[in-house]
Nanobody
Framework: QVQLVESGGGSVQAGGSLRLSCAAS???????MGWFRQAPGQEREGLVC????????MYADSVKERFTISQDNAKNTLYLQMNSLKPEDTGMYYC?????????????????????WGQGTQVTVSS
């Protein structure tokens, strides 16, 4: 079992930036991880994913060129740098991971493809 703890959320004005962190309880190198968002009344959606063994990533069109995923394997921590934030970016942000051996090939933005989830951190963007 892997525990994931997100932090770094908050309130920001449109155009601002935030950096989210996801601390994992286990070694993260060589795993599949991702960031997801759930807005009020909407389904959870995948924003960006990464294979931490090689660094390959996939971004949703809605956040491409504004959000950047990164990793610090020494700290077992995943990051999400969010720039040029918009009001529609408001929501609960979750970090997730796939169990070892649970996936091969490119990472996926499919919510159902992840086994471990954090409790989420709230991001609110005001206009």
């Amino acid at each position: 079992q892997v525990q994931l703890v997100e932090s770094g959320g908050g309130s920001v004005q449109a155009g601002g930036s935030l950096r989210l962190s996801c601390a994992a309880s286990a070694y993260t190198y060589g795993t599949y991880m991702g960031w997801f968002r759930q807005a009020p009344g909407q389904e959870r959606e995948g924003l960006v994913c990464i294979y931490t063994g090689g660094g390959s990533t996939m971004y949703a069109d809605s956040v491409k060129e504004r959000f950047t995923i990164s990793q610090d394997n020494a700290k077992n921590t995943l990051y999400l740098q969010m720039n040029s934030l918009k009001p529609e970016d408001t929501g609960m942000y979750y970090c997730a991971a796939v169990r070892r051996g649970g996936r091969f090939g490119p990472c996926s933005l499919n919510v159902g493809g992840y086994d471990y989830w954090g409790q989420g951190t709230q991001v609110t963007v005001s206009s």
